[in-house]
């Protein structure tokens, strides 16, 4: 592994570790990737490796254009579908596709999960989309889910298959996955109980911004 890779490559290393012990995926399944915004260059974990046994050198490198330029693993069987979000979206650097239970369940039913909560409105926007069911590691699933998530969108339902979670770092990856599983845990409890009432969309929209926008020190 080339000097300049390794401190993305490190970064995917401690982001599979966090992901295994967060409960939004078991065993090999799921993958991460991040971007060097100064490079284009993409770092993603390899296929069928448990993440506690990972380290840097396991890590695949591409360059923007796709082309493989460093690692010795096979990378993971979703490399066309982070490399083409990467491609649609320039204000994402980090991704992660998580198994999550409750996101899975409401993916399973092609059923979208709309913003019920301020936390959702927040960090996810509008309603989360479920994609078309493809074949995972196919073209197909990819144009899938840049479709879903769109200009904006920051998570997305892959049907039957769990959740695409972006952010503008790795950190916000992940606060888009905890959000979303807790969002949908929460609506899977509420419906059984009742009917819960989808935020408003112009109060989602102010939100949203409030939270990109103002909610800092």
């Not at 197909?140 to 972006?166: I, P, T």
């Not at 606060?175 to 009432?197: D, F, S």
Request: charged share 20%.
């Amino acid at each position: 592994m080339q000097r300049q890779h390794l401190p993305f490559c490190e970064q995917l290393v401690q982001a599979g570790r966090e992901l295994l012990g967060s409960g939004l995926t078991v065993e090999t399944w799921g993958n991460i990737s991040c971007r060097d915004p100064a490079t284009g260059n993409v770092y993603l974990t390899p296929s069928a490796m448990a993440y506690d046994r990972c380290t840097a050198a396991d890590m695949v490198v591409f360059a923007a254009d796709g082309t493989q330029i460093d690692g010795r693993r096979r990378p993971s069987v979703e490399a066309a579908m982070h490399l083409s979000i990467y491609r649609a979206r320039g204000d994402v650097q980090a991704i992660l596709h998580t198994h999550p239970v409750y996101s899975t369940v409401f993916g399973c039913l092609g059923e979208k999960i709309p913003p019920i909560i301020d936390e959702a409105a927040q960090a996810l926007g509008g309603p989360v989309p479920v994609t078309a069911y493809a074949l995972p590691g196919s073209e197909q699933l990819a144009r899938n889910c840049v479709d879903a998530l769109g200009a904006l969108g920051m998570a997305c339902l892959l049907r039957s298959h769990g959740a695409v979670c972006c952010g503008a770092d790795m950190a916000g990856a992940f606060k888009t996955a905890r959000v979303l599983e807790m969002t949908a845990q929460i609506y899977y409890m509420a419906r059984t109980i009742g009917t819960p009432e989808v935020l408003p969309r112009d109060k989602v929209d102010w939100m949203r911004d409030f939270a990109l926008n103002r909610y800092r020190q």
